[in-house]
Nanobody, 121 residues
Framework: VQLVESGGGLAQPGGSLRLSCAASGFTFSSYALSWARQAPGKGRQGVSCIRSSSGMTYYLDSVKGRFTNSRDNAKNTVYLQMNSLKPEDTAVYYC???????????????WGQGTQVTVSS
């Protein structure tokens, strides 16, 4: 099983980045896919989740209207389009997969290795 994130980097405030997470080794279409982030000195924080069947999405309040989570089941890939970036969005971003959906307390089944996003002028 692999989840491989890409697309991170340096962006200016107000800029955009698009993260991708390519999955392999499990039935991608049957899993909810989430993005989480961890800023220096802070705990991991859930950013967004997209359900497996309906494609319904959920977002952290601070990213609503700026970030868009989407998935392409044919390509086994999930995306996070990040617009209007702010310095406080600086963190390592991880994708994760869970068979039981977006809600609940069941731990995620699989995690990627993360990709650094830095927002700075």
């Amino acid at each position: 099983v692999q989840l491989v994130e890409s697309g991170g980097g340096l962006a200016q405030p107000g800029g955009s980045l698009r993260l991708s997470c390519a999955a392999s080794g499990f039935t991608f279409s049957s899993y909810a896919l989430s993005w989480a982030r961890q800023a220096p000195g802070k705990g991991r924080q859930g950013v967004s989740c997209i359900r497996s069947s309906s494609g319904m999405t959920y977002y952290l309040d601070s990213v609503k209207g700026r970030f868009t989570n989407s998935r392409d089941n044919a390509k086994n890939t999930v995306y996070l389009q990040m617009n209007s970036l702010k310095p406080e969005d600086t963190a390592v971003y991880y994708c994760a997969a869970r068979r039981t959906g977006c809600s609940g307390v069941v731990p995620y089944d699989y995690w990627g290795q993360g990709t650094q996003v830095t927002v700075s002028s």
